[in-house]
């Protein structure tokens, strides 16, 4: 959203997701995926939980998770009409704690694939990877038994120690 937020986009609000207005374009991708014919991960309106998205709740004119769940199960229902059926769709939310549970969101396991995650180390505190992720992970894990994966991960630079996002980084494949 050059000059402004990358939630202030109103024309890709909830409403306009599920209102008709991007089928075409949506099934053009569902019908390209089909043609592939191997297996396609598709992670639509990811980190819903978080306010920096134009299908974010509070943003837009998007008022409740039900807004989310119908514009998921929308898209996810034009390619079922397609026979995308390689399509895998990986519903993923941002690990923030702070943010309410994103279980509210989840669209359910007839529209899900894989559930996911999303989580960094932004360095102020210096947190583990353990530790970002593991609400979160309870969480969507205590909605669906869907195989789990880490979308997003990263972690920022600590000053005056030149391995420390490294050492993060592995420490996360440890635990």
């Not at 949506?26 to 939980?49: C, D, L, Q, T």
């Not at 989580?119 to 894990?141: C, D, H, L, M």
């Not at 000053?159 to 996002?165: C, D, E």
Request: hydrophobic letters at 40%; a neutral charge.
């Amino acid at each position: 959203a050059p000059g402004g937020l990358l939630s202030d986009q109103p024309n890709f609000s909830l409403a306009q997701l599920s209102s008709g207005r991007y089928d075409s374009y949506i099934r053009s991708w569902a019908a390209a995926a089909k043609a592939f014919g191997r297996a396609v991960y598709v992670r639509p309106m990811h980190e819903m939980n978080d306010k920096t998205y134009p299908w974010s709740i509070g943003v837009n004119g998007n008022t409740s998770a039900q807004e989310y769940v119908a514009a998921w199960r929308h898209i996810v229902g034009i390619f079922q009409a397609e026979g995308a059926t390689n399509v895998q769709f990986v519903w993923c939310v941002g690990a923030k704690p702070a943010l309410p549970n994103p279980a509210i969101y989840f669209p359910g396991d007839s529209y899900v694939s894989w559930i996911a995650l999303d989580g960094y180390n932004r360095g102020q505190p210096w947190k583990s990877f353990t530790s970002i992720v593991s609400q979160a992970y309870a969480e969507i894990t205590a909605v669906s038994s869907r195989p789990v994966m880490i979308a997003e991960m990263g972690s920022a630079e600590q000053p005056g120690s030149p391995t420390a996002k490294g050492d993060w980084i592995t420490s996360a494949f440890d635990q």
